[in-house]
């Protein structure tokens, strides 16, 4: 069954990038692109992000006929890349990659120098990364109604284990605390191997994770998996729940990458970008080593990516403000 789903999403993205690809030059600025393409990415180099980058970025290039460079500049909130990509010539040169960290900081910081919805012009998405909710293997816990039950009858017992305070895993577990209606305590730790290595010492109950990151774990059975985020299954855990069929309604939550250019960047420059991430999308070794790190491949369109964008800044501020954070 997960054979079957997976080559009927492979070929629903070919079929895609077939129908652009048909006339890609009658969206092209004439010329573009001439020179190679910056995408800073605001992450430091091995993570799933910048390997998400990096893998898009060789595909991009081959489709745009140029190289696409890689400059990692992280930061708190991706404030650092995001400033300098605002600040960029809107030529199409320069190009950021954006996740869920943008719309976030949109509330956890007091004030940011841009206005991430006006001075960026969204290209379009390239993927979603689903998030795991996981026990160590010798947990009690066999199922998250199980772990559910526990919590709603010891409240204020169960540790959760995310990384930072304002993270993606972090308000994903805020957020599963309200919508399951449990007291459970969350415990940041500095990074994943942290999370991890707490979850495996007992010192948590819970972990909120990225998928990628957390695979090798789950396939070495170190740890076990007892959902996954997203409101559809992972064809990477195809026998693991989602937290709304674990019975949580109403949740439903992934990281996610895009690109984005300078406000003002010619539309035809981001069409044709917008086309080169379709085109890479495609490719089948693209598309394998993407599903295999916990992606979910998606290209989408630049207005689909401004929707986006604006739901996430609404879903997360209101995340922020029920959990009493304090912007910074």
């Given amino acids: 069954m997960a054979d079957r789903t997976h080559l009927d999403t492979r070929r629903a993205l070919l079929g895609a990038a077939a129908a652009l690809a048909a006339s890609p030059r009658a969206f092209a600025q004439r010329g573009y692109p001439e020179r190679a393409i910056t995408m800073i990415v605001p992450f430091a180099p091995g993570g799933i992000a910048d390997l998400t980058a990096r893998l898009v970025a060789r595909a991009m290039g081959a489709s745009l006929d140029q190289s696409i460079v890689v400059d990692n500049r992280p930061s708190a909130g991706g404030i650092v890349a995001t400033t300098a990509v605002v600040n960029a010539v809107p ?40 998030l795991v909710l996981c026990v160590d293997s010798g947990s009690r816990f066999r199922t998250l109604p199980d772990l559910l039950a526990w919590a709603r009858a010891n409240p204020g017992r169960l540790n959760v284990g995310t990384i930072a305070i304002g993270s993606t895993q972090h308000l994903a577990a805020e957020l599963f605390r309200t919508r399951a209606g449990i007291d459970a305590l969350l415990v940041p730790y500095k990074g994943t191997p942290a999370v991890l290595t707490a979850l ?21 059975g170190a740890v076990r998996p007892l959902a996954v985020s997203a409101a559809r299954r992972n064809r990477v855990l195809p026998t693991v729940p989602t937290v709304q069929e674990a019975g949580v309604a109403d949740y439903d939550v992934a990281s996610w990458n895009a690109l984005a250019a300078p ?6 420059a981001v069409a044709r970008l917008n086309v080169a991430i379709r085109e890479s999308l495609s490719v089948p070794s693209v598309l394998q080593r993407l599903l295999e790190m916990g992606v979910r491949p998606q290209p989408g369109t630049p207005e689909e990516l ?21 912007p910074q």
């Fill in 91 to 130: 030529d199409g040169y320069t190009l950021l990659l954006m996740s869920n960290a943008n719309a976030v900081s949109a509330s956890l910081f007091r004030k940011l120098p841009y206005d991430v919805t006006r001075d960026l012009a969204p290209v379009g998405t390239l993927g979603f990364f689903d």
């Fill in 200 to 220: 495996r010492a007992g010192e948590i109950d819970l972990a909120f994770e990225i998928l990628g990151p957390t695979l090798p774990q789950i396939a070495g």
């Fill in 263 to 268: 406000a003002g960047t010619p539309a035809t």
């Fill in 306 to 326: 401004a929707i986006l964008l604006a739901s996430e800044i609404r879903r997360w501020r209101d995340v922020i403000r029920a959990a009493r954070i304090e």
